[in-house]
């Protein structure tokens, strides 16, 4: 038995109707019992990654979202620079993992992919000093904040432009194997490099975004932050295949179906 992180890469998966969490090694899923987010032991079953369906690979009770948080993005947006975190909320129906369909809703005409690394809740959070941070995440992966962007407004909530079903994919694994400061970033859209940037631009560092967030609202294990999107957003249609990679991570790849 073991404490969950440590050089991990976790995953959660489908294999024979059922639905485990286990590790990644070399192409193989080693299988564990109960979450990732306590101790954590082998079951002694091995799947061949090609024969798993990849899903979520956590089960957030929410996904808290940083907005504006890389300079070039504001400026696309032609938003002020932020003093302090822009907040929002995705809904957990939103989530959905790797190879899963994004739906282009009825209600929109245009909707964005945005590239974003996604920070995982380890433990409950609550009024974390920010020298301890760290130790309350067990890990990143990838993350697509889909954005109706003519349903969101340039003043007041983006709830709707952001909340629909299927408009928050996550995946494929989650890792402490990486430095969170110093991570390439960048999205494809068929193929075509649209976004690259690196994490050592975030304006507001997920140490502090975890500090911060915990004395507004207690985090709980399986949460997910969502630390923004560099600039180079554009508008998916139905067919595209949208991919967000995160150096040292993995490929989070997405197909986008009419509804």
């Known amino acids: 038995m073991q404490k969950a992180g440590g050089k991990m890469k976790y995953l959660r998966y489908s294999h024979n109707n059922e639905i485990h969490y286990g590790i990644l090694e ?3 899923i080693y299988e564990l019992t109960g979450d990732i987010f306590s101790d954590i032991r082998k079951t002694g079953r091995v799947v061949p990654l090609h024969e798993a369906r990849l899903l ?52 929109s005409r ?7 690394l996604g920070a995982v809740i380890k433990k409950t959070a609550k009024n974390v000093p920010l020298s301890q941070a760290m130790d309350y995440v067990l890990g990143f ?15 007041g909530q983006w709830t709707v432009a952001k909340s629909f079903d299927t408009f928050m994919p996550l995946g494929p694994v989650i ?16 193929g075509k490099v649209m976004q690259s940037s690196n994490t050592c631009n975030l304006i507001f560092k997920v140490d502090f975004l975890v500090s911060y967030l915990s004395r507004i609202m207690t985090l709980y294990p399986g949460d997910v932050i969502i630390t923004g999107t560099p600039g180079g957003i554009a508008p ?24």
């Open 26 to 28: 070399d192409d193989r």
């Open 56 to 107: 979520s690979p956590c089960t957030p009770s929410k996904i808290v979202c940083i907005g504006l948080n890389y300079r070039d993005h504001a400026e696309e947006l032609k938003i002020p620079i932020p003093d302090s975190p822009v907040v929002f909320l995705k809904p957990s129906s939103s989530v959905i993992g790797p190879l899963d369909d994004i739906i282009y809703p009825e209600k």
């Open 110 to 116: 245009r909707v964005d992919y945005e590239a974003e």
């Open 141 to 155: 992966t990838c993350a697509n904040d889909v954005t109706a962007r003519d349903l969101q407004p340039t003043n």
């Open 175 to 190: 890792t402490d194997e990486v430095d969170c400061t110093n991570l390439n970033i960048r999205s494809r859209l068929n």
């Open 236 to 259: 998916m249609h139905p067919g595209d295949v949208i991919e967000i990679e995160i150096e040292n991570i993995g490929i989070l790849r997405n197909t986008v179906k009419k509804a």
